[in-house]
Structures are given as structure tokens and as C-alpha cells.
């Protein structure tokens, strides 16, 4: 089984600011198999990012994702009021078994 | 558009059964992978389980903590996927969301969710 440790648990930032949230795997993954969604309060989750760095429909540009191997980032560039939620990393694809990391809550400071 | 409808939570005691569903409509369900995903209050999201579709196999992957108690299974003339849950638990309070995908993306698409408790 394939564990994703998310870092920070929670990041507290400001509107405008850049926000870096990490997902580390506890074994090299296929960067096609890495999403990232996005979860508001009492939401269903929402794909931002697949394959580790395409942006998903409609997802603002302001979001991109990069890593390989066992270390993967999500960068938003500049913080808008709608971006404080809990984010999510996901490996899938071609994986056996899937799992998610334990999530990272943007918080407004 | 492509719309996932889960049904079929509710309180159910430990050692209890649940039938969960998950109705789609936009996607012909017969071409597509669908996955189980479970939150349980106040947590992370869990990946319960997923089912392929039948012309890769129909293979059904558990993960540990369900395996042997829970059956995913689907009826693509319904276009419905099934979560028997058996064995019930109080951990597998939660609210249970189906999804799918294509391609290279593993969940594209959400339900809403149904909420299940588990509870004496």
C-alpha cells in the first residue's frame, strides 16, 4: 500500500500570497496517476489537477502542479478568497490499490 | 453532463448490512472505471474501493480496511454500481461518494455523497 503524507496539516496564508502544499509518497508513483482535488465545507471534492500537472476543466491558472517519483507540489500563485479550503493528493492511474494523503486545510490568516 | 447520484445510507447497527448506489446519467457507465470514496467525519478522504469496466476485466481492488466485508459490483443496463456493505463497523461511519473517470483521470466526476452511520 502506497502512503501520501501531506505537508503542511494546515497553512494559513493570506489573500494574494503564494501557497506551496507538498504530498510525498512512501514509494516512487507514476506522475500520471497524481491528482490533486480541492474540498469546500460540506462539498463533494473537486479535480483541480491529474497527471501531476494538467490543470482539470475550468480550473483557474493561478493552480499548477509539478514532482515526480515521491515528492509532488501544488502551487497557487496567488490566493483568492474561494481558494481556502482542504486540498487533497491522490494516487490512482495504473496503481493496484489507490489511497489519498491525509489533506492540507488552506486557511485564511 | 456527466451526473453521479449516490442513494442508500442511512443508521444501520454494527454487524449490520447497507446497499449503497450510485446512478449516473451523462457517460455511458459500461465504458468507465468507477470508485468508491468515503469520508468519515471530520477526516480525510478514504479510498474504499473500484470496479473496472467489464471489457478490462470487471476486476474489483479493495483497500485493507473493508476488504472481505464490502462487494462492489454494477448493472451497466442500469447504469447503477452497488456498495454492499457487510459486517458493519462504527469506523465505517461516513459519508460514501462514488466517482469516475477517463483516462488518465482517476475521479473526474463526483456524487454528492450519501451519509451511512453506524451505531448502536
Known amino acids: 500500500e502506497i502512503v501520501l503524507t501531506q505537508s503542511p496539516d494546515t497553512l494559513s496564508l493570506s489573500p494574494g500570497e503564494r501557497a506551496t502544499l507538498s504530498c510525498r509518497a512512501s514509494?516512487?508513483?507514476?506522475?500520471?496517476?497524481l491528482a490533486w482535488y480541492q474540498q469546500r465545507p460540506g462539498q463533494a471534492p473537486r479535480l483541480l489537477m491529474y497527471g501531476t500537472s494538467n490543470r482539470f476543466t475550468g480550473v483557474p491558472d493561478r493552480f499548477s502542479g509539478s514532482g515526480s517519483g515521491t515528492d509532488f507540489t501544488l502551487t497557487i500563485s496567488r490566493l483568492e478568497p474561494e481558494d481556502f479550503a482542504v486540498y487533497h493528493c491522490?494516487?490512482?492511474?495504473?496503481?493496484?490499490?489507490?489511497?489519498f494523503g491525509q489533506g492540507t486545510n488552506l486557511e485564511i490568516k | 453532463e456527466v451526473q453521479l447520484v449516490e442513494s442508500g445510507g442511512g443508521l444501520e447497527k454494527p454487524g449490520g448490512s447497507l446497499r449503497l448506489s450510485c446512478s449516473a446519467s451523462?457517460?455511458?457507465?459500461?465504458?468507465?472505471?468507477m470508485t468508491w470514496v468515503r469520508q468519515a467525519p471530520g477526516k480525510g478522504l478514504e479510498w474504499v474501493g473500484r470496479i473496472e469496466k467489464k471489457t478490462d476485466g470487471g476486476t474489483t481492488k479493495y483497500a485493507a480496511p473493508v476488504k472481505g466485508r464490502f462487494t462492489i459490483s454494477r448493472d451497466d443496463s442500469r447504469d447503477t454500481v452497488f456498495l454492499q456493505m457487510n459486517s458493519l463497523k462504527t469506523e465505517d461511519t461516513a459519508v460514501y461518494y462514488c466517482?469516475?473517470?477517463?483516462?488518465?483521470?482517476?475521479?473526474?466526476?463526483w456524487g454528492q455523497g450519501t451519509p451511512v452511520t453506524v451505531s448502536s
Open positions: 466517482g469516475t473517470g477517463s483516462g488518465t483521470i482517476t475521479i473526474g466526476h
Open positions: 451523462g457517460l455511458t457507465l459500461s465504458d468507465a472505471w
Open positions: 491522490m494516487q490512482g492511474g495504473n496503481s493496484p490499490l489507490y489511497s
Open positions: 514509494q516512487s508513483i507514476s506522475s500520471s496517476g
